[in-house]
């Protein structure tokens, strides 16, 4: 194992040369955008099948066995379909949190107290109004809770995509770090992957959560 010295030395390394900084962009394009994707599917994706028995027993039962599916299984078909290509990686990622969104959601709108869709509907509230005004924002805890899950899903899944094919990225890193036996250099690439996710739950998702619980009252009394 090396010691503290020699794997800031490697980072500053990495730095210098300018690996590290276009890993990280490359690493984190790819993640940002199949992330999206997850979101902007899942969310609505779990409204649905919440809100329909027909969807619940059939797509619902479908996403609950593909949550016990790990996301790097999907890497063989996503290889075969798209090839050596970031179109496979990203599907890899979304795959692996699209899942964890999806059920989320589904459990926040699922769990509703029935009072607040009867209420709503007796003031004439239907269709997208009825999830714009109501179901969204009475869920909206659970709701976080499936976009910073699916973030986490996200990124293992993309490290996981890279460290097997892609050729630029913080996988790749690793791997290469690995093949010249460099410890120092992995053990670099993790730290830096560790501050990644630290940074986003604190500062991104955090803010994010203490907004909503300010503009919806729901922080502690």
Not at 82 to 99: C, P
Not at 103 to 123: E, F, K, W
Not at 162 to 171: I, K, M, Y
Not at 200 to 210: A, I, K
Request: with cysteine.
């Amino acid at each position: 194992m090396p010691g503290p010295a020699h794997v800031a030395e490697s980072l500053w390394g990495l730095l210098a040369d300018g690996s590290l900084l276009a890993s990280v962009a490359v690493s984190m394009r790819r993640v940002c955008e199949g992330y999206a994707v997850s979101v902007l599917v899942g969310v609505p994706l779990g409204i649905l099948i919440a809100r329909s028995k027909a969807l619940e027993d059939t797509v619902g039962s479908l996403v609950a066995g593909l949550q016990a599916l790990p996301s790097i299984c999907w890497l063989p078909l996503a290889l075969l379909w798209f090839g050596l290509n970031d179109t496979a990686i990203l599907f890899v990622v979304v795959m692996g949190s699209l899942v964890s969104v999806t059920i989320s959601v589904q459990d926040g709108v699922h769990n509703l107290s029935p009072g607040y869709v009867r209420a709503a509907r007796t003031m004439g509230v239907r269709g997208l109004a009825l999830v714009h005004h109501v179901l969204l924002p009475a869920s909206l805890p659970s709701v976080l809770t499936g976009i910073k899950l699916g973030w986490a899903y996200a990124w293992r899944a993309l490290m996981a995509g890279e460290l097997l094919f892609v050729s630029v990225g913080l996988g790749h890193l690793l791997m290469t770090g690995r093949e010249l036996g460099d410890m120092a250099q992995v053990l670099a690439v993790m730290v830096v992957i560790a501050a990644i996710g630290i940074f986003t739950d604190r500062v991104v998702f955090g803010n994010l959560e203490s907004y909503v619980r300010d503009r919806y009252g729901l922080g502690r009394a």
